[in-house]
């Protein structure tokens, strides 16, 4: 028995041996590295010490979580020589999330709702115009600088949260990894000047805080709206969710016709 047990422990060492895999190796982090599990513990480690040092700096606009880590991740992502596509298929549990999650933003939508019912052609006649006018001014500049066809048709759903604007982008032809990108990007930079446009423009109605960030932030503006006041938070939620909808049911019919 003894024996048994000690050449099954040698051919143990001897498989470990050929396979590189020993503790320590190099062989060994570059396997776990490109685990699945990988991408999502990844993101919510990173997301949790950005969140920490948000609050850490009194929730400043210019340190938000999102936008420190992100760019704290595309930095280890770089480093790591993990491929971005392993990265998205690691967190495709996050991506599934990001429908409910956008539904249950209807809860205190509800709580605010006698506050919006009295402004509500108001509301729509900004969400149409807003919306409009953010998706042809991206599509315009990139135009204008001389983009091709792909690169614009994923622009052009940018002013909607993420989960409308992939679907939205796969339906007209558009890439939905840009589509992605940009729509972080243009959420993280709408919370970002958030602070100085409300200052030059001297709005302080939280309503109308909320409907700007939610219309050209977001699900990150909106998420800042609510830090700000629960009736930004519900009116940036509202705008958001008339935004997305305009937007999936206009775009896809108006492209064609250009």
Not at 24 to 42: A, D, E, M, R, T
Not at 124 to 143: D, E, M, P, R
Not at 224 to 238: D, H, K, Q, V
């Amino acid at each position: 028995m003894p024996d048994l047990l000690t050449q099954t422990t040698l051919k143990g060492q001897a498989l470990i041996e050929q396979s590189g895999l020993l503790p320590g190796s190099p062989n060994v982090w570059q396997s776990l590295i490109h685990k699945p599990l990988f991408g999502l513990l990844l993101t919510l480690v990173i997301f949790q010490l950005a969140l920490w040092f948000y609050n850490w700096c009194g929730r400043k606009a210019f340190v938000h979580p999102v936008a420190v880590s992100s760019v704290a991740i595309a930095a280890l992502l770089k480093l790591s020589g993990i491929s971005y596509s392993e990265y998205v298929d690691g967190n495709g549990l996050l991506y599934f999330l990001l429908g409910p999650t956008t539904v249950a933003l209807a809860i205190p939508l509800y709580k605010e709702f006698h506050h919006i019912r009295k402004l509500a052609l108001p509301i729509v006649l900004t969400v149409i115009f807003g919306g409009a006018f953010a998706a042809a001014s991206a599509v315009g500049i990139a135009w204008f600088m001389g983009s091709d066809e792909q690169v614009l048709l994923s622009l052009a759903p940018k002013s909607v949260t993420t989960p409308i604007a992939i679907g939205v982008a796969e339906n007209i032809g558009g890439l939905a990894t840009l589509t992605t990108g940009v729509v972080v990007f243009t959420g993280v930079i709408g919370v970002l000047l958030s602070p100085l446009v409300f200052y030059l423009l001297q709005l302080r109605d939280p309503r109308q805080q909320g409907m700007i960030l939610g219309l050209n932030a977001h699900g990150i503006g909106t998420a800042r709206a609510f830090e700000l006041n629960p009736t930004s938070g519900a009116f940036a939620t509202l705008a958001m969710g008339l935004n997305g909808a305009f937007t999936a049911l206009t775009l896809p019919y108006i492209i064609p016709l250009f």
